[in-house]
C-alpha cells in the first residue's frame, strides 16, 4: 500500500488512504493544515509541528503518521495497551501492537489501530467503515462482569491474532473500555468478536461458527 508524504520544514506527515475511516479528529483539530476540499489536502507548513503532532497521535485508525525535525516531537507508545469499543462501530486499539497470523506472521505493528468488530470490512481485520452500510448495531456499553484487576503492570506486547473465520485473539496485558470509559476487562489474553454477532459483544461467545462467519483477510 502507499503511503502518501507530505513534507513540511519542520514535519513531514505521512497518510495511508487505506485505514482512514474519516474519523475526522485531523480536520477538528486543525482544518488549516487538514483540509479535505484542498490539494493538496494536507499542508503541514500552516501549524506549528508540535501542534500537528499533537493532532496526528490524536488519530484512533493510525492512518496519519508523522516525523519531527525535533526528537523532543517524536510520536511515543502509550504506556498501556487500551482496547475501546465505539458505539456502532469498530474496535480502537492504542498500544504496543501487533498484528499476527496464526503461525506467528506479523501483518501489522503500530500504536494505533481500527478493527473490524461488524463482519462486514472488505479490509479485514482492519476497519473499512462497512458497519455503516451492513447497519451494524451495538451501543458499545458493555458492562463488566466482575471486578476488575487492580494489579495489572503497564506496557509489554499486545499480539493481536485475527484467527481464521473466527474471533480475534488477544495475548499480552491489556485494558478494555466500553464506550463510555468503564472498564469492562483486564488480563492478559482474551478473545474479541468480529463476526458481529455475538451475545456478548464485544467478547466471542461462539456464534461465528453458528452463522458460518468467512474472515477473507485483505
Known amino acids: 500500500m502507499k503511503i502518501h508524504e507530505y513534507k513540511g520544514k519542520d514535519i513531514t506527515i505521512f497518510y495511508d488512504l487505506h485505514r482512514c475511516i474519516h474519523a475526522a479528529e485531523c480536520v477538528h483539530g486543525a482544518s488549516s493544515v487538514f483540509n479535505p476540499e484542498?490539494?493538496?489536502?494536507?499542508?503541514?507548513?500552516?501549524?506549528?509541528a508540535g501542534e500537528i503532532a499533537t493532532i496526528i497521535q490524536r488519530c484512533p485508525t493510525g492512518a496519519l503518521h508523522y516525523q519531527a525535525a525535533d526528537p523532543a516531537l517524536a510520536e511515543r507508545t502509550e504506556p498501556s495497551n487500551i482496547v475501546t469499543t465505539s458505539p456502532n462501530g469498530p474496535l480502537y486499539l492504542r498500544g504496543n501492537i501487533t498484528?499476527?497470523?496464526?503461525?506467528?506472521?506479523e501483518i501489522l505493528s503500530d500504536s494505533r489501530l481500527a478493527l473490524c468488530r461488524c463482519g462486514a470490512s472488505k479490509r479485514k481485520p482492519l476497519c473499512d467503515n462497512s458497519h455503516l452500510d451492513a447497519g451494524f448495531a451495538d451501543s458499545g456499553m458493555a458492562q463488566p462482569?466482575?471486578?476488575?484487576?487492580?494489579?495489572?503492570?503497564?506496557g509489554g506486547?499486545?499480539?493481536?491474532?485475527?484467527?481464521?473465520?473466527g474471533p480475534l485473539h488477544?495475548?499480552?496485558?491489556v485494558t478494555i473500555k466500553n464506550a463510555g470509559g468503564t472498564v469492562i476487562f483486564e488480563?492478559?489474553?482474551?478473545?474479541?468478536c468480529r463476526c458481529g454477532a455475538s451475545?456478548?459483544?464485544?467478547?466471542?461467545?461462539?456464534?461465528h461458527k453458528r452463522i458460518g462467519f468467512k474472515s477473507e483477510e485483505a
Open 38 to 48: 484542498a490539494k493538496p489536502w494536507i499542508t503541514p507548513e500552516k501549524a506549528p
Open 170 to 173: 488477544l495475548k499480552g496485558r
Open 199 to 207: 451475545a456478548s459483544k464485544p467478547f466471542c461467545d461462539g456464534t
Open 145 to 154: 462482569e466482575e471486578e476488575a484487576e487492580k494489579d495489572m503492570a503497564a
Open 157 to 165: 506486547k499486545l499480539m493481536v491474532n485475527p484467527r481464521t473465520n
Open 99 to 105: 498484528v499476527i497470523t496464526t503461525d506467528g506472521r
Open 187 to 192: 488480563g492478559t489474553e482474551t478473545w474479541l
